[in-house]
């Protein structure tokens, strides 16, 4: 994965994220139509060039950085079409996890795991000791973020998270109920076998905790998918393969459509 970064910061500052959403949607219909709109003739408003050449590194940087074509092409296709709000927060979520090294590790060793231990509240120095715990182990880390960085860093991931509808409260955060449509799901599923190609069986994959959906759950509700022709599928109680039987375009129609 690549090297640790606090483009959560930047991404943590963005006022509205249905920003972030218009700016892929124009990254689909390609020709620099996303680069026109926001730097050019600055449909989003910022208030100086610089602002505007800030917000559109920080969405390539976190949500348009893909792991190889198939990946592309599925994002691509997925927001040409409508979708409900709840479907675009998860896929922004999911995108930043697969693009950012820290997003990533702050929110599958802190945020899900105490999500699914059943605690209702998630704290910011839960994150601070987290950050400074791998930095302890890990130099590059440690040169790199000062105690400010890190208490910085901890704030807008909350923040994040909180834009994304995953959290919830002022002072204090609480976690949200986060309910995964099958919509959702299947869409989750076409992610992890376009970007996670190291094994076949998908319980084993680095980003599986990601989906949001509980692991005494999780291959009832594919099995549920499978049914309903989105998937072939084999499980064995242990290894759990799955076969699209849509093309990454003809997922998004078959949903969207």
């Known amino acids: ?54 917000f559109l590194a920080a969405v390539t940087s976190s949500f348009l950085n893909f792991q190889n074509k198939e990946h592309e092409e599925l994002i691509i296709n997925l927001f040409a079409h409508p979708m409900s709000l709840e479907t675009q927060q998860l896929i ?27 605690r209702v509240s998630f704290s910011k120095e839960d994150i601070v000791a987290y950050i400074r715990d ?21 704030s807008k991931y909350l923040t994040v998270l909180k834009k994304l509808n995953l959290i919830d409260g002022k002072q204090k955060k609480v976690f949200k109920h986060i309910q995964v449509s099958n919509e959702a799901l299947v869409i989750f599923l076409h992610l992890l076998k376009a970007i996670d190609t190291s094994s076949s069986n998908i319980l084993t994959s680095r980003y599986i905790t990601l989906c949001m959906v509980s692991q005494e759950s999780f291959a009832e509700r594919v099995k549920q998918l499978a049914k309903k022709e989105f998937f072939n599928m084999s499980y064995n109680g242990v290894a759990l393969k799955i076969e699209p039987k849509y093309t990454n375009k003809g997922i998004a129609d078959v949903l969207f459509n």
């Not at 979520?93 to 105490?114: A, G, P, T």
């Not at 791998?134 to 901890?154: H, Q, R, V, W, Y």
């Open 1 to 54: 994965m690549n090297k640790y970064n606090s483009d959560v910061n930047i991404i943590g500052g963005i006022p509205d994220y249905q920003l972030i959403v218009k700016a892929i949607e124009l990254y689909t219909v390609g020709g620099g139509a996303m680069e026109d709109a926001i730097v050019r003739r600055n449909e989003f408003d910022f208030k100086t060039e610089n602002a505007r050449k800030r």
């Open 92 to 118: 922004l979520f999911w995108q930043f996890s697969f693009s950012n090294r820290l997003f990533f590790e702050i929110s599958r060793d802190v945020f899900i795991k105490n999500y699914f231990s059943g």
């Open 134 to 154: 791998i930095g302890s182990t890990t130099p590059e880390l440690k040169e790199k973020f000062t105690d400010i960085t890190i208490n910085t860093i901890a």
